[in-house]
């Protein structure tokens, strides 16, 4: 048995960094990968999507070019460049990835690790044969994978997933997208900008439902300004394959649709990677959807054992993964005191235009009864977006009324994501919405509207 002082399983957005950082610190560290090294995000997830969704987007600008006063003759899509451009990201990143790990001594691994006993863990290596390790400190990071539900017929016809899908060399000439939030609307456009037939069927009565209603209305718009057809408060009663063709039944109120098609995306959220980590043989406890369970600090219920990213309980998105790790680096390193309770949570869905949000929603603070005042501007009433042609959406921020303090943000237009952040920094520094509304941001830029958003405020 090899005896080291760190071991990370699962080459996540915590894991790299935090196992690079420990060996840079003397700590003899394995990591133990399965598949690839960059875990989903930069095999699976945000880089290969977000790679896409550029060249989608330079096809959707060619093809409304006019709007813009530019004339051009017509446009195909090479697939093959598009995958090849995608390709070539993300071996780039997982690539920078394996180095920094090599460079700092983190002895890689690649196997599927499970539980032996408390603090052992046993790693079925690709050639065969099974190491044995130990660690008085063990990291999990496994991530998770998709969720697939219990639909009668589902599981009988070849269905996608937001992994196999960013494998298929062509787009599928008519996709049906089972699921509304994040990997659906993503992928809903950036498919049917490559060329794809697209329906979304969601079962809650709106996209992303946990957003707010105004929020979901104009994401149903923007889909719909695309030929994409949306199904909401959708029951899907079966799938199966009719003349070499999907047929999905769907139930919608009172009423009943069949929905046809060539291929059908499952993005219907995503489950945690324990099944084979065997960790009734630690004292790890898991939920019942078998995400591992944490304190404040990500130390499981077995000292010395800590959970990051989505293999716990919480959102799951790349930079909190990582700022999982720093958390827990600073805490052990650094003797510093960190907890999860007080952290932000920006995030940023990547449509176009994007969807950039922090804080309370306007729904969640309304129900949670703090008194607020909402300020709210349309993308049609800001300069820049008037000027690039792009006003689609609104800036909203939920303001304390006696404060002046900034509790949320929902930035749906062009840049959306980059105007929240400034919000967030505000929120961070206790920057009112007063001094926001007279601050000096240069001209032309969106974020010059944010002097008009806080002005909403006063009529
Ligand atoms: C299509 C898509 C798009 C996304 N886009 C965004 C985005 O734009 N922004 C954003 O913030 N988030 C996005 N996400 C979410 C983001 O990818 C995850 O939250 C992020 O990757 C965090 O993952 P992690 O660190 O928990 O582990 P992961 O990155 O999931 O890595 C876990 C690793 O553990 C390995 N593993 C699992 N079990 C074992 C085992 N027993 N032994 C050894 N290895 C094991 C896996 O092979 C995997 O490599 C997206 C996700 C998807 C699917
Ligand atoms: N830009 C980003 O940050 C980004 C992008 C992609 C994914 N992600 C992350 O990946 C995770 C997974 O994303 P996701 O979109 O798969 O999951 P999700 O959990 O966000 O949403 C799943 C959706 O599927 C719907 N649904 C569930 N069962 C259904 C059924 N039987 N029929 C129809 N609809 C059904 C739900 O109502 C929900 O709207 C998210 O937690 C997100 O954090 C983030």
Redesign the pocket.
Known sequence: MEKFDAIV???????NPLARKMAENGWKTAL?????M????I????TP??TMIASARVAYLVAHSEDWGINNQGYTIDMAAVMGRKEEVVLQFRNNTTRALQKAGVSIIY????FSGIKTINVALHDGDIMELTAPNIFI????APFIPDIPGLRDVPYLT??TLLDMHAAPPELIIMGGS??AL?MAQLYRRLGSNVTIIERSPRLMSKEDPDVAAVLKNMMEAEDIQVITSADIEKVMIVDGHLHVEVKTGSTSLTITGSHILVATG?QP?TA??QAEKTNVTLDAKGYIQVDEQLETSCPGIYA????KPGP??????YNDHLLIYKNLFEKAELTVRTRQLP??M?TDPQLGRIGLSESQARLEGYPIKVARIGMDRVARAIETGETQGFMKAIVHEHTGQILGVSIIGTAGGEIMSILQMAMLGGITATQIRDMIFAHPLYAESLNNLFMSLEK
């Open positions: 399983i699962g080459s996540g957005q915590g894991g133990i990968e399965q598949r690839q960059g875990g989903t995000c095999n699976d997830g945000c999507t977000k196997g599927s690790a499970a990071n496994t991530g998770a937001s992994t994040y990997i993503e995503r990677q084979t980590l990051l990213g989505d293999v799951a998105f790349t930079h909190i993964s995030y940023c990547f």
